[in-house]
Protein backbone atom coordinates (compact mmCIF):
# COMPACT_ATOMS: atom_id res chain seq x y z
CA UNK A 1 0.00 0.00 0.00
CA UNK A 2 1.10 3.54 -0.78
CA UNK A 3 2.01 6.22 1.49
CA UNK A 4 -0.24 8.85 -0.48
CA UNK A 5 -2.72 8.83 -2.72
CA UNK A 6 -2.22 11.29 -4.88
CA UNK A 7 1.15 13.20 -5.75
CA UNK A 8 0.70 16.58 -7.90
CA UNK A 9 4.61 16.68 -9.24
CA UNK A 10 7.11 19.81 -10.33
CA UNK A 11 4.51 22.13 -10.21
CA UNK A 12 4.24 25.82 -8.71
CA UNK A 13 2.02 25.68 -5.48
CA UNK A 14 0.28 29.24 -5.29
CA UNK A 15 -0.36 29.80 -1.34
CA UNK A 16 -2.64 32.70 -0.37
CA UNK A 17 -1.10 35.41 1.56
CA UNK A 18 2.23 34.15 1.10
CA UNK A 19 3.42 33.46 -2.52
CA UNK A 20 4.28 30.74 -4.97
CA UNK A 21 6.87 28.10 -4.42
CA UNK A 22 8.46 25.36 -5.84
CA UNK A 23 7.41 22.46 -4.11
CA UNK A 24 5.28 19.04 -4.35
CA UNK A 25 2.32 17.98 -2.83
CA UNK A 26 0.66 14.73 -1.56
CA UNK A 27 -2.91 13.81 -0.47
CA UNK A 28 -3.82 11.11 2.11
CA UNK A 29 -7.58 9.96 2.47
CA UNK A 30 -9.09 13.45 1.43
CA UNK A 31 -6.38 15.91 2.72
CA UNK A 32 -3.18 17.55 2.16
CA UNK A 33 -0.35 15.02 3.97
CA UNK A 34 2.48 16.51 2.72
CA UNK A 35 4.29 19.28 0.99
CA UNK A 36 8.04 19.14 -0.10
CA UNK A 37 10.59 19.65 -2.33
CA UNK A 38 11.19 16.42 -3.85
CA UNK A 39 8.48 13.73 -2.64
CA UNK A 40 9.57 10.33 -4.73
CA UNK A 41 6.91 9.15 -7.08
CA UNK A 42 7.12 5.51 -5.79
CA UNK A 43 5.64 6.44 -2.66
CA UNK A 44 2.14 7.97 -4.19
CA UNK A 45 -0.39 5.57 -5.85
CA UNK A 46 -1.18 7.99 -8.52
CA UNK A 47 1.15 11.08 -9.89
CA UNK A 48 -0.10 14.10 -11.51
CA UNK A 49 2.79 15.69 -13.49
CA UNK A 50 2.10 20.25 -12.70
CA UNK A 51 5.58 20.75 -14.33
CA UNK A 52 5.36 24.43 -15.53
CA UNK A 53 2.44 24.35 -14.23
CA UNK A 54 0.59 26.47 -11.27
CA UNK A 55 -1.55 24.64 -8.54
CA UNK A 56 -4.02 26.57 -6.85
CA UNK A 57 -6.28 26.19 -3.64
CA UNK A 58 -10.00 25.11 -5.60
CA UNK A 59 -11.83 28.15 -6.32
CA UNK A 60 -14.93 28.84 -3.67
CA UNK A 61 -17.53 30.02 -5.98
CA UNK A 62 -19.47 32.22 -3.41
CA UNK A 63 -22.05 33.52 -5.34
CA UNK A 64 -24.35 30.96 -7.80
CA UNK A 65 -27.58 30.06 -7.88
CA UNK A 66 -28.42 26.20 -7.87
CA UNK A 67 -31.95 25.39 -9.28
CA UNK A 68 -33.45 28.73 -9.73
CA UNK A 69 -34.80 28.26 -12.98
CA UNK A 70 -34.23 24.02 -13.42
CA UNK A 71 -34.80 21.42 -10.99
CA UNK A 72 -31.61 21.41 -8.74
CA UNK A 73 -30.78 18.19 -9.19
CA UNK A 74 -29.97 18.82 -13.18
CA UNK A 75 -28.96 22.32 -12.53
CA UNK A 76 -26.54 20.38 -9.64
CA UNK A 77 -25.34 17.83 -12.11
CA UNK A 78 -24.49 20.22 -14.92
CA UNK A 79 -23.55 23.35 -13.61
CA UNK A 80 -21.30 22.45 -10.76
CA UNK A 81 -19.19 20.55 -14.15
CA UNK A 82 -18.53 23.39 -15.32
CA UNK A 83 -16.93 24.70 -11.45
CA UNK A 84 -14.89 22.28 -11.99
CA UNK A 85 -13.06 23.74 -15.52
CA UNK A 86 -12.86 26.91 -14.00
CA UNK A 87 -11.14 25.47 -11.24
CA UNK A 88 -13.37 25.86 -8.29
CA UNK A 89 -13.77 22.72 -5.64
CA UNK A 90 -16.75 24.23 -3.35
CA UNK A 91 -19.78 26.34 -4.25
CA UNK A 92 -21.78 28.56 -2.01
CA UNK A 93 -25.39 28.77 -3.50
CA UNK A 94 -28.23 31.23 -2.85
CA UNK A 95 -31.12 29.80 -2.16
CA UNK A 96 -34.63 31.22 -0.98
CA UNK A 97 -38.58 30.91 -1.02
CA UNK A 98 -41.01 32.38 -3.24
CA UNK A 99 -41.20 32.47 -6.82
CA UNK A 100 -38.58 30.82 -8.98
CA UNK A 101 -36.54 27.92 -7.67
CA UNK A 102 -39.30 25.63 -5.67
CA UNK A 103 -42.06 28.21 -6.41
CA UNK A 104 -42.84 27.73 -2.51
CA UNK A 105 -43.05 29.26 1.05
CA UNK A 106 -42.59 27.63 4.23
CA UNK A 107 -40.10 27.03 7.23
CA UNK A 108 -36.34 26.83 6.17
CA UNK A 109 -36.26 23.75 8.55
CA UNK A 110 -38.81 21.67 6.74
CA UNK A 111 -37.34 22.88 3.01
CA UNK A 112 -33.64 22.96 3.21
CA UNK A 113 -33.29 19.52 3.95
CA UNK A 114 -35.19 18.90 0.87
CA UNK A 115 -32.88 21.01 -0.98
CA UNK A 116 -29.87 19.47 0.40
CA UNK A 117 -31.03 15.94 -0.59
CA UNK A 118 -31.91 16.94 -4.18
CA UNK A 119 -28.61 18.02 -4.64
CA UNK A 120 -26.46 14.97 -3.01
CA UNK A 121 -25.28 12.75 -5.30
CA UNK A 122 -25.60 15.29 -8.42
CA UNK A 123 -22.77 17.74 -7.34
CA UNK A 124 -19.14 17.52 -8.49
CA UNK A 125 -18.23 20.39 -6.30
CA UNK A 126 -19.10 20.35 -2.49
CA UNK A 127 -21.75 22.66 -1.88
CA UNK A 128 -23.45 24.87 0.95
CA UNK A 129 -26.23 27.21 0.94
CA UNK A 130 -27.11 30.87 1.87
CA UNK A 131 -30.71 31.48 2.75
CA UNK A 132 -32.60 34.22 2.54
CA UNK A 133 -35.40 34.85 5.47
CA UNK A 134 -38.42 35.93 2.88
CA UNK A 135 -40.97 36.46 6.11
CA UNK A 136 -40.96 36.85 9.84
CA UNK A 137 -41.18 33.48 10.44
CA UNK A 138 -38.27 32.01 8.49
CA UNK A 139 -35.83 35.19 10.81
CA UNK A 140 -37.08 33.25 13.89
CA UNK A 141 -35.46 30.15 12.34
CA UNK A 142 -31.73 32.01 12.28
CA UNK A 143 -30.51 30.38 15.39
CA UNK A 144 -31.35 27.24 14.28
CA UNK A 145 -30.14 27.29 11.16
CA UNK A 146 -26.34 27.95 12.12
CA UNK A 147 -26.70 25.95 15.31
CA UNK A 148 -28.27 22.97 13.50
CA UNK A 149 -28.44 23.41 9.67
CA UNK A 150 -24.72 24.29 9.13
CA UNK A 151 -25.81 27.47 7.73
CA UNK A 152 -23.97 30.44 8.87
CA UNK A 153 -24.96 33.49 6.05
CA UNK A 154 -28.04 34.96 4.76
CA UNK A 155 -29.77 37.57 1.96
CA UNK A 156 -31.89 39.87 1.83
CA UNK A 157 -32.95 41.41 -1.57
CA UNK A 158 -32.90 45.58 -1.18
CA UNK A 159 -35.40 45.79 -4.65
CA UNK A 160 -38.19 42.93 -4.29
CA UNK A 161 -40.01 45.16 -1.52
CA UNK A 162 -40.98 46.80 -5.04
CA UNK A 163 -40.49 44.72 -8.06
CA UNK A 164 -39.90 40.91 -9.00
CA UNK A 165 -37.06 39.49 -10.31
CA UNK A 166 -36.92 40.46 -14.05
CA UNK A 167 -38.49 44.23 -13.31
CA UNK A 168 -41.83 43.57 -14.93
CA UNK A 169 -43.74 43.23 -12.15
CA UNK A 170 -44.50 45.40 -9.14
CA UNK A 171 -46.12 42.47 -7.37
CA UNK A 172 -43.99 42.24 -5.15
CA UNK A 173 -45.94 40.00 -1.90
CA UNK A 174 -47.05 37.59 -5.14
CA UNK A 175 -43.20 36.96 -5.82
CA UNK A 176 -41.65 36.67 -2.25
CA UNK A 177 -45.07 35.31 -0.85
CA UNK A 178 -44.00 36.90 2.08
CA UNK A 179 -45.70 39.79 4.69
CA UNK A 180 -43.69 43.03 4.85
CA UNK A 181 -40.57 42.91 3.08
CA UNK A 182 -38.86 46.40 3.41
CA UNK A 183 -36.34 47.74 5.40
CA UNK A 184 -38.41 46.77 8.63
CA UNK A 185 -37.52 43.43 7.86
CA UNK A 186 -33.90 44.30 6.91
CA UNK A 187 -33.43 45.33 10.24
CA UNK A 188 -34.90 42.43 11.78
CA UNK A 189 -32.89 40.11 10.17
CA UNK A 190 -29.67 42.07 11.09
CA UNK A 191 -30.66 41.60 14.48
CA UNK A 192 -30.76 38.16 14.09
CA UNK A 193 -28.07 37.33 12.13
CA UNK A 194 -25.95 40.26 14.93
CA UNK A 195 -27.07 37.92 17.72
CA UNK A 196 -26.21 34.37 16.25
CA UNK A 197 -22.86 35.74 15.34
CA UNK A 198 -22.47 37.40 18.88
CA UNK A 199 -23.59 34.52 20.44
CA UNK A 200 -21.10 31.91 18.32
CA UNK A 201 -18.21 34.07 18.85
CA UNK A 202 -16.54 33.06 22.56
CA UNK A 203 -16.76 29.45 21.26
CA UNK A 204 -15.78 29.58 18.06
CA UNK A 205 -13.34 32.19 17.91
CA UNK A 206 -11.73 33.87 14.05
CA UNK A 207 -13.05 34.86 11.22
CA UNK A 208 -13.94 30.92 10.45
CA UNK A 209 -17.19 30.86 12.25
CA UNK A 210 -18.45 34.19 10.70
CA UNK A 211 -22.18 34.51 10.61
CA UNK A 212 -23.35 37.09 8.04
CA UNK A 213 -25.79 38.71 5.94
CA UNK A 214 -25.39 39.02 2.21
CA UNK A 215 -27.03 41.91 0.42
CA UNK A 216 -28.27 42.67 -3.09
CA UNK A 217 -28.25 46.26 -3.41
CA UNK A 218 -30.48 48.51 -5.70
CA UNK A 219 -33.20 50.64 -4.27
CA UNK A 220 -37.02 50.11 -5.56
CA UNK A 221 -38.32 53.65 -5.44
CA UNK A 222 -36.05 54.77 -7.53
CA UNK A 223 -36.36 51.73 -9.58
CA UNK A 224 -39.46 52.67 -10.38
CA UNK A 225 -38.98 55.99 -11.13
CA UNK A 226 -36.06 54.96 -13.53
CA UNK A 227 -38.02 51.83 -15.34
CA UNK A 228 -41.27 54.60 -16.34
CA UNK A 229 -38.67 57.14 -17.90
CA UNK A 230 -36.33 54.40 -20.14
CA UNK A 231 -39.90 53.16 -21.26
CA UNK A 232 -41.87 56.46 -21.89
CA UNK A 233 -38.43 57.32 -23.99
CA UNK A 234 -39.25 54.89 -26.85
CA UNK A 235 -38.30 51.62 -24.67
CA UNK A 236 -35.30 50.54 -26.00
CA UNK A 237 -34.88 46.58 -26.22
CA UNK A 238 -31.44 47.00 -25.32
CA UNK A 239 -28.63 46.05 -22.11
CA UNK A 240 -28.23 49.62 -22.39
CA UNK A 241 -31.17 50.33 -21.42
CA UNK A 242 -31.21 48.19 -18.31
CA UNK A 243 -28.93 49.79 -17.19
CA UNK A 244 -30.48 53.30 -17.60
CA UNK A 245 -33.30 51.92 -15.84
CA UNK A 246 -31.57 50.68 -12.88
CA UNK A 247 -28.63 53.07 -12.84
CA UNK A 248 -25.47 53.01 -10.35
CA UNK A 249 -27.39 55.42 -8.26
CA UNK A 250 -29.69 52.66 -7.28
CA UNK A 251 -26.80 50.89 -5.90
CA UNK A 252 -25.49 53.27 -3.82
CA UNK A 253 -28.87 54.61 -2.57
CA UNK A 254 -29.21 51.48 -1.04
CA UNK A 255 -26.05 50.89 -0.08
CA UNK A 256 -26.02 53.46 2.03
CA UNK A 257 -29.24 52.84 3.56
CA UNK A 258 -28.17 48.65 4.18
CA UNK A 259 -24.83 49.78 5.70
CA UNK A 260 -26.30 52.15 7.47
CA UNK A 261 -28.48 49.79 9.49
CA UNK A 262 -25.72 47.61 9.59
CA UNK A 263 -23.68 49.59 11.84
CA UNK A 264 -26.72 50.32 13.74
CA UNK A 265 -26.96 46.50 14.54
CA UNK A 266 -23.79 45.71 14.34
CA UNK A 267 -24.28 42.95 11.25
CA UNK A 268 -21.40 41.45 9.55
CA UNK A 269 -22.55 42.15 5.84
CA UNK A 270 -21.17 41.10 2.40
CA UNK A 271 -21.81 43.95 -0.68
CA UNK A 272 -22.81 41.40 -3.40
CA UNK A 273 -21.72 42.18 -7.26
CA UNK A 274 -20.83 45.64 -7.13
CA UNK A 275 -21.33 46.16 -10.39
CA UNK A 276 -19.83 50.04 -11.06
CA UNK A 277 -17.64 52.54 -9.52
CA UNK A 278 -20.59 54.41 -8.07
CA UNK A 279 -20.89 51.14 -5.96
CA UNK A 280 -17.27 50.50 -5.07
CA UNK A 281 -17.31 54.24 -4.11
CA UNK A 282 -20.62 54.01 -2.07
CA UNK A 283 -18.96 51.13 0.01
CA UNK A 284 -15.47 52.34 0.59
CA UNK A 285 -17.66 55.63 2.01
CA UNK A 286 -19.39 53.07 4.31
CA UNK A 287 -15.88 51.51 5.38
CA UNK A 288 -14.67 54.96 6.50
CA UNK A 289 -18.28 55.89 8.04
CA UNK A 290 -18.13 53.01 9.89
CA UNK A 291 -14.97 51.81 10.95
CA UNK A 292 -16.25 49.02 13.37
CA UNK A 293 -18.35 47.71 10.84
CA UNK A 294 -17.47 44.40 9.19
CA UNK A 295 -18.09 44.95 5.42
CA UNK A 296 -16.98 42.84 2.46
CA UNK A 297 -17.05 43.36 -0.97
CA UNK A 298 -18.00 40.96 -3.86
CA UNK A 299 -17.44 41.26 -7.98
CA UNK A 300 -18.51 39.15 -10.29
CA UNK A 301 -16.56 38.08 -13.65
CA UNK A 302 -19.72 39.48 -15.86
CA UNK A 303 -19.42 43.06 -14.25
CA UNK A 304 -15.59 43.26 -14.39
CA UNK A 305 -15.44 42.14 -18.55
CA UNK A 306 -18.56 42.65 -20.13
CA UNK A 307 -20.23 46.21 -21.11
CA UNK A 308 -23.19 47.23 -22.85
CA UNK A 309 -21.76 48.63 -25.61
CA UNK A 310 -20.06 45.96 -26.62
CA UNK A 311 -22.36 43.06 -25.73
CA UNK A 312 -25.66 42.39 -28.10
CA UNK A 313 -28.62 40.64 -27.26
CA UNK A 314 -30.31 40.25 -24.40
CA UNK A 315 -28.47 37.20 -23.20
CA UNK A 316 -26.29 39.78 -20.88
CA UNK A 317 -29.55 40.78 -18.71
CA UNK A 318 -28.92 40.35 -15.26
CA UNK A 319 -29.27 42.13 -11.53
CA UNK A 320 -27.86 44.31 -11.23
CA UNK A 321 -27.27 45.49 -14.91
CA UNK A 322 -23.82 45.40 -17.22
CA UNK A 323 -22.70 48.55 -17.11
CA UNK A 324 -20.11 50.65 -19.14
CA UNK A 325 -16.45 50.04 -20.03
CA UNK A 326 -15.58 52.95 -17.60
CA UNK A 327 -17.28 51.11 -14.45
CA UNK A 328 -15.20 47.72 -16.10
CA UNK A 329 -11.91 49.69 -15.40
CA UNK A 330 -13.13 51.16 -11.84
CA UNK A 331 -13.64 47.35 -10.52
CA UNK A 332 -10.92 46.24 -11.49
CA UNK A 333 -8.83 49.17 -10.04
CA UNK A 334 -10.50 47.92 -6.90
CA UNK A 335 -9.29 44.27 -7.42
CA UNK A 336 -5.77 45.59 -7.92
CA UNK A 337 -5.94 47.72 -4.84
CA UNK A 338 -7.75 45.48 -2.53
CA UNK A 339 -10.43 47.31 -2.03
CA UNK A 340 -12.98 43.99 -3.55
CA UNK A 341 -12.54 41.25 -1.37
CA UNK A 342 -13.79 38.35 -3.33
CA UNK A 343 -14.35 37.74 -7.33
CA UNK A 344 -17.67 35.21 -7.87
CA UNK A 345 -19.39 34.10 -10.80
CA UNK A 346 -23.04 34.38 -9.55
CA UNK A 347 -24.12 31.35 -11.96
CA UNK A 348 -27.39 31.01 -12.73
CA UNK A 349 -28.53 29.04 -15.66
CA UNK A 350 -30.61 30.41 -17.60
CA UNK A 351 -31.53 28.93 -20.75
CA UNK A 352 -31.85 31.35 -24.47
CA UNK A 353 -35.54 30.65 -24.18
CA UNK A 354 -35.74 32.30 -20.79
CA UNK A 355 -33.92 35.12 -22.74
CA UNK A 356 -36.16 36.18 -26.32
CA UNK A 357 -36.05 39.49 -27.80
CA UNK A 358 -37.68 41.03 -25.12
CA UNK A 359 -36.42 43.30 -22.50
CA UNK A 360 -38.55 42.99 -19.60
CA UNK A 361 -40.11 39.42 -19.19
CA UNK A 362 -36.45 38.11 -20.01
CA UNK A 363 -34.94 36.39 -16.86
CA UNK A 364 -32.20 37.62 -15.44
CA UNK A 365 -28.79 35.88 -15.03
CA UNK A 366 -26.52 33.39 -16.69
CA UNK A 367 -23.83 30.91 -15.87
CA UNK A 368 -19.65 32.02 -15.11
CA UNK A 369 -18.64 29.88 -12.66
CA UNK A 370 -16.89 28.00 -15.63
CA UNK A 371 -14.28 31.06 -15.92
CA UNK A 372 -13.44 31.61 -12.60
CA UNK A 373 -9.83 31.04 -12.11
CA UNK A 374 -9.66 31.48 -16.00
CA UNK A 375 -10.98 35.27 -16.08
CA UNK A 376 -8.65 36.04 -13.28
CA UNK A 377 -5.32 34.36 -14.63
CA UNK A 378 -6.19 35.94 -18.29
CA UNK A 379 -7.75 39.72 -17.61
CA UNK A 380 -5.79 39.86 -13.65
CA UNK A 381 -2.44 38.51 -13.93
CA UNK A 382 -1.69 38.48 -17.21
CA UNK A 383 -3.02 41.60 -18.26
CA UNK A 384 -2.76 43.72 -15.44
CA UNK A 385 0.00 42.13 -13.51
CA UNK A 386 -2.23 40.95 -10.37
CA UNK A 387 0.30 38.61 -8.83
CA UNK A 388 -1.03 34.65 -8.70
CA UNK A 389 -1.36 34.36 -4.80
CA UNK A 390 -3.57 37.24 -4.93
CA UNK A 391 -5.38 35.59 -7.40
CA UNK A 392 -6.26 32.70 -5.49
CA UNK A 393 -7.18 34.71 -2.63
CA UNK A 394 -9.89 36.92 -4.30
CA UNK A 395 -11.31 33.48 -5.45
CA UNK A 396 -10.86 30.84 -2.74
CA UNK A 397 -9.21 32.16 0.59
CA UNK A 398 -10.84 35.00 1.19
CA UNK A 399 -14.62 33.91 0.13
CA UNK A 400 -13.68 30.86 2.25
CA UNK A 401 -12.82 32.60 5.40
CA UNK A 402 -15.92 35.44 5.14
CA UNK A 403 -18.16 32.54 4.80
CA UNK A 404 -16.95 29.88 6.90
CA UNK A 405 -15.35 27.65 5.64
CA UNK A 406 -11.01 28.61 5.98
CA UNK A 407 -8.92 27.07 6.18
CA UNK A 408 -10.80 23.62 5.32
CA UNK A 409 -11.11 25.34 2.04
CA UNK A 410 -9.28 27.91 0.16
CA UNK A 411 -5.81 26.97 1.49
CA UNK A 412 -3.02 24.20 0.80
CA UNK A 413 -2.39 23.75 4.26
CA UNK A 414 -1.40 20.62 5.51
CA UNK A 415 -4.22 18.42 7.31
CA UNK A 416 -6.84 19.97 5.21
CA UNK A 417 -9.41 19.41 2.28
CA UNK A 418 -6.99 18.43 -0.45
CA UNK A 419 -8.93 20.66 -3.09
CA UNK A 420 -6.99 22.02 -5.84
CA UNK A 421 -6.71 23.09 -9.25
CA UNK A 422 -3.27 22.88 -11.90
CA UNK A 423 -3.39 25.38 -13.96
CA UNK A 424 -1.42 25.43 -17.14
CA UNK A 425 -0.86 29.60 -17.19
CA UNK A 426 -0.40 29.61 -20.57
CA UNK A 427 -2.89 27.82 -22.54
CA UNK A 428 -5.40 29.72 -24.58
CA UNK A 429 -8.51 28.93 -25.79
CA UNK A 430 -11.54 30.89 -26.96
CA UNK A 431 -14.67 30.86 -24.75
CA UNK A 432 -17.33 28.40 -25.99
CA UNK A 433 -20.24 26.82 -24.46
CA UNK A 434 -18.55 23.24 -25.41
CA UNK A 435 -15.64 23.94 -23.71
CA UNK A 436 -17.71 25.36 -20.19
CA UNK A 437 -19.33 22.13 -19.99
CA UNK A 438 -22.28 23.79 -18.61
CA UNK A 439 -26.20 23.04 -19.27
CA UNK A 440 -26.99 26.89 -20.75
CA UNK A 441 -27.06 26.71 -24.58
CA UNK A 442 -25.50 30.69 -24.65
CA UNK A 443 -22.70 32.56 -23.29
CA UNK A 444 -22.26 36.29 -23.01
CA UNK A 445 -18.19 35.53 -22.71
CA UNK A 446 -18.37 33.52 -26.00
CA UNK A 447 -15.82 34.31 -28.21
CA UNK A 448 -13.49 36.24 -26.04
CA UNK A 449 -9.78 34.58 -25.79
CA UNK A 450 -8.59 33.50 -22.42
CA UNK A 451 -5.19 32.75 -21.59
CA UNK A 452 -4.76 30.42 -18.50
CA UNK A 453 -7.11 27.37 -17.65
CA UNK A 454 -7.17 24.39 -15.11
CA UNK A 455 -5.84 21.14 -16.99
CA UNK A 456 -7.19 19.08 -13.75
CA UNK A 457 -9.26 19.48 -10.60
CA UNK A 458 -8.97 17.56 -8.08
CA UNK A 459 -11.69 17.48 -5.43
CA UNK A 460 -10.65 16.09 -1.46
CA UNK A 461 -7.87 14.15 -2.79
CA UNK A 462 -9.52 12.49 -5.98
CA UNK A 463 -8.98 14.14 -9.94
CA UNK A 464 -12.64 15.12 -10.86
CA UNK A 465 -11.94 17.23 -13.78
CA UNK A 466 -8.71 16.42 -16.36
CA UNK A 467 -8.08 17.55 -19.87
CA UNK A 468 -11.77 18.77 -20.85
CA UNK A 469 -13.43 16.22 -19.20
CA UNK A 470 -15.08 14.99 -15.92
CA UNK A 471 -13.61 11.96 -14.33
CA UNK A 472 -15.71 9.73 -12.36
CA UNK A 473 -18.86 10.05 -10.40
CA UNK A 474 -20.09 13.72 -8.84
CA UNK A 475 -18.64 13.07 -5.45
CA UNK A 476 -19.58 16.76 -3.69
CA UNK A 477 -20.72 16.85 -0.26
CA UNK A 478 -22.85 19.34 1.88
CA UNK A 479 -20.89 21.81 3.28
CA UNK A 480 -21.68 22.52 6.55
CA UNK A 481 -20.72 25.46 7.83
ZN1 LIG B 1 -27.07 36.28 -7.52
Known amino acids: MSRYDLLVKNGTLVLPYVGSVRADLATRQGRIAAIGEDIPPADAEEVLDATGRLVFPGGVDAHYHLGIYRPLKVDAAQETRSSLVGGATSVLSYFRTGQHYLNRTGPYEEILPEVVAAVSGHSWTDFGFHLAPMDTRQVGEVPALVDRHGVSSFKYYMFYKGFNLSADSRDAKAFT ?57 GDPQTLKAYSDARPPLTERVAIGEATTLAAATACPVNLLHLSSGEALAAATEARLAHPDLDLRTEVTLHHLCLNHDELPGLGGKVNPPIRSAADTEALWAGVLSGKVDWVASDHACCLEEHKGDELWPALPGFGGTGLLYPILLSEGMH ?15 NPARAYGLWPRKGSLLVGHDADLTVVDPDLEQEVSTDLLLSGQDHCPFAGRKVRGWPVATVLRGRIAYRDGAVVGDPRGTFLSR
Open 177 to 233: MSDEYDLGHLYQIMEAVAAAGRRDAPLQGGPDRRVSLSLHCEQAELMRLFIDRVRAA
Open 383 to 397: RRGLAPHRVAELVSA
